[in-house]
């Protein structure tokens, strides 16, 4: 693990441009081995093996890549849940049944997303999974996560809590974004592992 420092809610700015900056810098062959590898650690994890529903999201740009991991998951018979960013930033959820289920959406200014194209199950939906699958861009030692700074996964998070919902979170990186320390603020809630290409890393004992 690398070493940053804490700090206010301009350091996480900060971090989050450095990160996705690197990010930049990988080239497609760095990506495609790196997505390969990822789904291999991520299947390797007993809750992923004994799950019956997985939330999780498509890859974009730089993201460690996802595709591979979500067709895994579908060949083992596990139902996975995609979503659908809604206009306040909230999320919906449906079913991923394949490539061809998925429609590109374009948000305003944003980079354009992946969304499962069949029917809308709700922002609960995600309440009903066994595993969610965050992304992010940094997690520390203490399984903070930094995200992309939207919201939207912590209304995710908040909506788990207020559900009494617990799934096994865990976060999809790079090798180089596990951390030391980052900064956290009263709503962070801690996630329970992080996979990278070369290795998972856990903040909680595998469950029983």
């Known amino acids: 693990m690398s070493h940053l420092d804490g700090g206010?809610?301009?350091?996480?700015?900060?971090?989050?441009?450095?990160?996705?900056?690197?990010?930049?810098e990988l080239t497609t062959d760095d990506l495609r081995s790196a997505a390969t590898a990822l789904a291999e650690r991520a299947l390797e994890l007993p809750e992923l093996a004994r799950a019956r529903t997985v939330a999780a999201y498509v890859s974009v740009g730089a993201e460690p890549g996802t595709p591979a991991l979500l067709d895994a998951l579908r060949a083992r018979g596990v139902r996975v849940l995609?979503?659908?960013?809604?206009?306040?930033?909230?999320?919906?959820?449906?079913?991923?049944s394949g490539e061809g289920s998925l429609a590109r959406v374009q948000h305003g200014g944003k980079t354009a997303l992946?969304?499962?194209?069949?029917?809308?199950?709700?922002?609960?939906?995600v309440t009903g999974a066994d595993v969610v699958l965050l992304p992010g861009v940094a997690v520390d030692a203490r399984g903070t996560r930094l995200g992309r700074g939207g919201g939207s996964y912590d209304r995710v998070l908040a909506r788990l809590a207020a559900h009494g919902a617990h799934p096994f979170l865990v976060v999809l990186l790079y090798d180089a974004e596990v951390v030391e320390?980052?900064?956290?603020?009263?709503?962070d809630r801690p996630v329970q592992a992080v996979v990278t290409p070369s290795a998972v890393h856990r903040f909680t004992a595998p469950l029983p």
């Open 8 to 24: 206010s809610p301009p350091d996480k700015r900060a971090m989050r441009r450095a990160f996705l900056g690197a990010r930049n």
């Open 82 to 96: 995609l979503p659908a960013l809604l206009p306040d930033n909230d999320l919906d959820w449906g079913a991923y």
């Open 114 to 125: 992946l969304e499962p194209a069949g029917e809308r199950l709700g922002p609960d939906a």
């Open 181 to 187: 320390r980052l900064p956290d603020e009263p709503h």
